[in-house]
């Protein structure tokens, strides 16, 4: 499993849909797909790898994290909006 020690910054599209199919840890998880196809689990430091409301309410944004790989999961403490549009 490939882990990340420095941060990094990763965009995609966020959504939720079922993870870890045919496991005793499947459910539905929120996952960022990138422009490449590649998805990554996410999980907000600090919230709960489960079931968390902030990292739900990403789903159906496009946004650029900051944080950690490991694996499939991708840990973020940051999180910008993609489709932000400069302020007339």
Known sequence: MRTSRQLEKIAGSVEVRGVLKGTASAHEGVV???????????????GNPFRDAATEALSGRSVTLEGYRVGDVFRFVRVSEEDESPAP
Do not use: E, F, H
């Not at 590649?38 to 999980?43: A, H």
């Open 32 to 46: 960022l797909t990138t422009a490449d196809g590649k998805r990554y689990r996410l999980q907000r430091v600090g």
